[in-house]
C-alpha cells in the first residue's frame, strides 16, 4: 500500500504540471515563474521523556491562472509516544489562491486547500483514511526565486480529531 501510495503521489505531481502546462498556455498565463517547488520540516515539544515527533513536507504547484495554483502536497511524520511508533504518509491534492491575484506569487499571501489520502503504519497494523486540510501562510521573498515560506493549517483525517499544524521551517523555489 505504502508504494502504491508514492507512485500515485508521483504519477499526480508530473501528470498536473504537464496537463497545465497546456491549459496556461492556451489562456495566456505568462508569469514569471510558472512551477513552485516547496520544502519544509515541523517538529513537537515533546513534555515527557522518551516522546519523540517531526514531519517533512514536500510539494509541487504549478500556476494555472493568475493567483491560482494548482498544488501536490506530500508529508511524512513520524511520533513516538513510550515504545509505541506511528509513521503516516499524506498526500493532498487542491488549489492555492495567493494574494494579491497576479501571476508572481514569489512574496504572497496563500491560502491552500486540498484533499486526498493519508497512510499510518504502527508496525503492527496500518490504516489509509480519506483526509483534507487548510493552510494559511506567506511567502517572504529571499532572494531572486528562493522565499521563506512558513504557514500554520488544519489537518482533518477521518477517523480522528482535527490537528494543528505550525510550519514555521519552510522554504519555496519558484522555476
Do not use: C
Amino acid at each position: 500500500m505504502k508504494k502504491s501510495l508514492l507512485v500515485l503521489s508521483m504519477i499526480l505531481l508530473f501528470s498536473a504540471g504537464q496537463a497545465q502546462a497546456e491549459v496556461a498556455a492556451a489562456d495566456g498565463v505568462t508569469g514569471e515563474y510558472m512551477h513552485e517547488i516547496t520544502g519544509g520540516a515541523s517538529s513537537t515539544l515533546a513534555l515527557q521523556s522518551g516522546n519523540t515527533a517531526f514531519g517533512l513536507q514536500a510539494g509541487y504547484s504549478y500556476l494555472v491562472a493568475d493567483g491560482i495554483q494548482l498544488t501536490v502536497d506530500n508529508a511524512f511524520s513520524y511520533l513516538s509516544v513510550s515504545s509505541a511508533s506511528t509513521y503516516t504518509w499524506r498526500v493532498l491534492v487542491g488549489p492555492t489562491f495567493n494574494f494579491p491575484m497576479t501571476s508572481d506569487f514569489t512574496n504572497a499571501i496563500f491560502v491552500n486547500a486540498g484533499i486526498g489520502m493519508s497512510l499510518a503504519d504502527t508496525g503492527s497494523a496500518s490504516t489509509t483514511n480519506f483526509t483534507f486540510g487548510i493552510n494559511v501562510g506567506k511567502r517572504f521573498n529571499l532572494w531572486d526565486r528562493v522565499a521563506y515560506r512558513p504557514y500554520v493549517g488544519v489537518l482533518k483525517v477521518a477517523g480522528s480529531t482535527s490537528n494543528v499544524n505550525l510550519v514555521p521551517l519552510a522554504f519555496s523555489f519558484a522555476i
